[in-house]
């Protein structure tokens, strides 16, 4: 069986800017090795979309960068979402029912 590990960014005062977000080489290893590790995420909608600048190849970004975005480009991605007519999340929305695709892949 499978281990569902249940993770989450958050700052001391609540609130993460994921546009201003830039950890350390050596924190920014520790996140490529997890995502790498793991069998697949369950993301909520907004979240998804955040995570999704992974799935784009800017020319800004650097060797750690790349490597970050192949290691969650290789897994599959569950998103939970009551609502969603958006073709992109077609293929990975899973509504409220997370668990039958979870439980498939494990």
């Known amino acids: 069986m499978a281990k569902l590990v249940f993770g989450m960014n958050q700052s ?5 800017d994921h546009l201003e977000f830039a950890p350390g080489p050596l924190l920014f290893r520790h996140f490529i090795e997890q995502v790498r590790s793991l069998t697949g995420s369950v993301y909520g909608r907004r979240m998804y979309e955040v995570m999704r600048i992974w799935d784009e190849d800017l020319p800004e970004w650097g060797a750690e960068e790349r490597d970050f975005a192949a290691a969650w480009r290789s897994q599959p991605k569950w998103v939970a979402a009551r609502n969603s007519s958006r073709p992109d999340l077609a293929r990975q929305k899973s509504n409220s ?3 039958t695709p979870v439980r498939k892949s494990a």
């Open 12 to 16: 001391l005062d609540g609130y993460v």
């Open 97 to 99: 029912d997370v668990d």
